[in-house]
T-cell receptor
Framework: NAGVTQTPKFRVLKTGQSMTLLCAQD?????MYWYRQDPGMGLRLIHY???????AKGEVPDGYNVSRLKKQNFLLGLESAAPSQTSVYFC????????????FGPGTRLTVL | DAKTTQPPSMDCAEGRAANLPCNHS???????VYWYRQIHSQGPQYIIH???NNETNEMASLIITEDRKSSTLILPHATLRDTAVYYC?????????????FGTGTLLAVQP
């Protein structure tokens, strides 16, 4: 099992450009999450999904959109990137049920100039 | 979810036990204690969780006080690869939103 993978690992954007971050998991997990982590801060939830075709907003959803067309994939989109979106983005997944154990990907480091 | 308090940093000698404390004095009866760690530039990694009994797995042991107001994560034989930020999280078991509040954690530096 590869677990949770994220593509790309690094990316530099100019202000106003758009991009999509891909998260894939091969553990058949129902729930998937997108977090961002900024220096000196904990992780903050951007959006999450409780199943294929469903998405919901987290703590900091503005400027981001998500889609969960397939159970194994969760996409995070930036339509018009801003310098404030410079961050490290982590994807996570967990199985349906009462366990709160989340499995995280390696992260995507995004810089917006 | 209850708030947790952890020391910002700790040192430990390689091969010795690392004992990481966490205070959660406002924990409620249905809240579990979770521990995650984040090695530099990597995604967080689940370590262990518990409700009120002590727990042990292949990575660590979790000791929760009888009043559940504090807990200690024990890495029995710390190695250099255990250098990481350790997060203590308290939350109600289950729930679809399942937002994990990581806080700033404890930076454990294992010294050779």
């Amino acid at each position: 099992n590869a677990g949770v993978t994220q593509t790309p690992k690094f990316r530099v954007l100019k202000t106003g450009q758009s991009m999509t971050l891909l998260c894939a998991q091969d553990m058949n997990h129902e729930y998937m999450y997108w977090y961002r982590q900024d220096p000196g801060m904990g992780l903050r939830l951007i959006h999450y999904s409780v199943g294929e075709g469903t998405t919901a907003k987290g703590e900091v959803p503005d400027g981001y959109n998500v889609s969960r067309l397939k159970k194994q994939n969760f996409l995070l989109g930036l339509e018009s990137a801003a310098p404030s979106q410079t961050s490290v983005y982590f994807c996570a997944s967990r199985p349906q049920g009462i366990s709160d154990t989340q499995y995280f990907g390696p992260g995507t480091r995004l810089t917006v100039l | 979810d209850a708030k947790t308090t952890q020391p910002p940093s700790m040192d430990c000698a390689e091969g010795r036990a690392a004992n990481l404390p966490c205070n959660h004095s406002t924990i409620s009866g249905n809240e579990y204690v979770y521990w995650y760690r984040q090695i530099h530039s990597q995604g967080p990694q689940y370590i262990i969780h518990g409700l009120k009994n002590n727990e042990t797995n292949e990575m660590a042991s979790l000791i929760i006080t009888e009043d559940r107001k504090s807990s200690t994560l024990i890495l029995p034989h710390a190695t250099l690869r255990d250098t990481a930020v350790y997060y203590c999280i308290v939350r109600v078991y289950g729930g679809a939103t399942n937002k994990l509040i990581f806080g700033t954690g404890t930076l454990l530096a294992v010294q050779p």
